[in-house]
């Protein structure tokens, strides 16, 4: 008997992991084709990522109704209280991740009269680089691998030097034609939704690390480049 | 002894929810003073704002531990297992308004030289707004008041009009003169940054809503002006 309840504990901890990777999945296709709706001006997938994001939703509402139920049944201890908890702030971060995509894929409508395609190349750039991201660490989050946790971790370093340096491009474009000054804000606003899903997936592979190993990556390990995105002071060096 | 046990059960609660008011408090203080820093151009204060984030930080991790250990040593249930885990909701919110606050402060010291003083009426204007939604809905965490929470949870609304207007001004100064472009670009990122710490304040009237409650306000209750901030397509009418 004592075996059945351990076994269906379980079963409950690896359906939670489950879930959590397929929110991943969602979180992750949507970033993806957010992206790819906003370089291809593809409204119909535009809208589809919007309406996806209710799926997220209704995943975080579920997984956390089912971690609040395990915690007040299971009473978990020690690793698996820390693998509980830091499903709930995963899925809470995945939760986010959709909120962003969802937000790109709107402003992605708005965008569809703009001409320069081009200054759109660097949405594709930080798409892949983000979503890659974010591949990485559902991995590691699959595999509860803190060592490849904290390689994607690191990488967050690389999304913040591309949104840098789009966001000094994406200005100059507003310099040169006025005209392009209100698409191009929402270009900004997307670029800076890419680095901030960048951001959440680095949280994610700090919960990792935390949930297997219960310490703490430092801050201090990594150079932090998006603290204060792209000084525009012309006197500051980049 | 089992009484004098949960008597040392209240008192962990109630000094938890002390730290997390002490948390809202020096959140909402930072955002107040950010925009202060911004408007008055006083560096001395931006600098305070950001030395202070790693109080909010160090406040959050605390809690975080306390709970996690009053979860594995009272096993808490119910409203008190959904009280404990707003708690930590709410704290992991109000560590992200620390870091917007910080990131505004920290802009303010790039606008020093910006001379359009007048633009930046507007960050003054949001500030005020989101210091008094910030400070509503801690005051509805304290008294554990539902009502004033919802009431708080509406207002949000009008941050996020107040976001939308401010969001064309800053744009109509850019096309009106381009050399103005990066410091306003910055200017839009300030705003967004407070438009969305009144965001993470209508997070917490929702978590102070279901941990008394136990239910959950819906999203479809409150018409969400900010989901598509400012449509600048001028075809459509904002």
């Given at each position: 008997m004592t075996e059945h309840i351990v076994s269906a504990y379980t079963d409950e901890l690896e359906a939670l992991s489950a879930?959590?990777?397929?929110?991943?999945g969602l979180a992750e296709a949507m970033t993806g084709d957010?992206?790819?709706a906003t370089v291809k001006s593809d409204d119909t997938l535009a809208t589809m990522v919007v309406a996806r994001d209710a799926d997220v939703d209704a995943l975080e509402a579920d997984i956390e109704r089912r971690i609040?139920?395990?915690?007040?049944?299971?009473q978990p201890l020690a690793r698996d209280l820390r693998e509980v908890l830091s499903a709930l702030k995963?899925?809470?971060e995945l939760e986010r991740v959709g909120d962003l995509a969802k937000n790109?894929?709107?402003?992605?409508g708005v965008l569809e009269g703009?001409?320069?395609r081009d200054v759109l190349k660097g949405i594709d750039r930080m798409g892949r680089a983000v979503t890659a991201q974010l591949s990485g660490v559902?991995?590691?989050f699959r595999n509860r691998d803190p060592a490849r946790a904290t390689k994607f971790w690191i990488s967050d370093e690389d999304v913040d030097q591309l949104y840098n340096s789009y966001f000094r491009e994406v200005l100059t474009y507003m310099i040169e034609d006025p005209r392009t000054i209100g698409d191009c804000a929402h270009i900004l606003f997307m670029a800076k939704n890419l680095e901030r899903i960048g951001d959440h997936a680095t949280n994610i592979a700090e919960m990792i690390y935390f949930s297997v190993t219960g310490?703490?990556?430092?801050a201090d390990d990594r150079p932090k480049a998006d603290e204060l995105p792209s000084p525009m002071d012309e006197g500051t060096p980049l």
């Open positions: 879930d959590i990777l397929r929110m991943g957010a992206c790819e609040i139920e395990i915690i007040a049944r299971r995963i899925a809470n790109i894929a709107k402003r992605a703009f001409a320069r559902l991995d590691a310490d703490y990556l430092s």
